[in-house]
């Protein structure tokens, strides 16, 4: 395990000191799918052994929360002892196997937290990372106190990673991504290069724009980070492992579950709250105002929750 001094520059306007993240140090751990990079903050590690574990989707790295950390920090109540996590093929951990399955990738989760020197944890996951949230808790029930699952890639978003032309209907845009991601990842190195260039000709703003509420609302910085960040391959083997898993295995989950969408969401299927409280039938829904896809950066106040969110009756 090596360690080194965090640096956290994105989702920021400008580069000045971020005593947010001042505490945080940039962790690598060996795991069966490669080295994992993590950034964490042991603030509380002499108090407790439980972890606050920060999952990102298949479109981020550990960046993507800075604004919940940061919003923790300024209301005098920072996550306590955050690990914000590369997962497996994305930011600067090692590529993923084209073999790798969700439970790898929880197990992998599971094996830098233990090695961390903590034997429960606390997620937020968002996207993908909220699927990966629900698979740690069904198969780590022991050590798993509860789950925020953010716009959790659920049996909607399934459904069109198996089947994207049968299903096109049910989620068009992801459907549609699916695709694009395909044919970027089949472009390789340059699939990357291909995105940063639209960037630079501002054109990634606008083309990502259904991901959020209100794109013009947002820092600049947050563009930025997807065009730096998003791994075309990664993302279609993430949508090949998340389409293989069996998510009636969620119906193991114990622990407190919280799931919050946003009201305009277009990866979360109208079927989905329905279908969550029978599996899930002890979780709490919300939704939350004003925001897309990506609530944790759009729209919250409260530091351990997504706010602006309303209950959902399903």
Known sequence: MKTTPASSTRYSADNRFDRATAGFTRVVVPTALGDVVAHVDLNAAALSDSATLLLHGAAGSWTTWLPLIRASHHAGSPLQNAIALDLPGWGESGNISDTASVEDMADAVAHVTKTLGFAR???????????????????????????????????????????????????????GMLGAMRFLSSLGAAGSAFVRGLHCLRLLGPLSAPLFANRRHL??????????????????????????????????????????????????????????????????????AGAGHFAHIESFELPHTVPGGTPVAA
């Open 121 to 175: 944890w606390s997620i937020f996951g968002h996207s993908l990372g909220g699927h990966l949230a629900l698979t740690l808790a069904a198969r780590y029930p022991e050590r798993t106190a509860k789950v925020t699952a953010i716009s959790a890639t659920g049996p909607g978003a399934l459904s069109v990673l198996r089947h994207p032309v049968r299903n096109f209907g049910t989620l068009p845009l992801l459907a």
């Open 219 to 288: 820092d600049n910085s947050v563009i930025d980070s997807l065009a730096s960040e998003i791994r075309p391959s990664s993302f279609v083997r993430g949508a090949i492992a998340a389409a293989q898993y069996d998510e009636m295995q969620w119906e193991r989950v114990r622990c407190a579950v919280t799931f919050v969408r946003g009201e305009n969401d277009v990866f979360v299927s109208t079927t989905d709250e329905a279908w969550f409280a029978r599996i899930i039938p002890h979780a709490v829904q919300q939704v939350a």
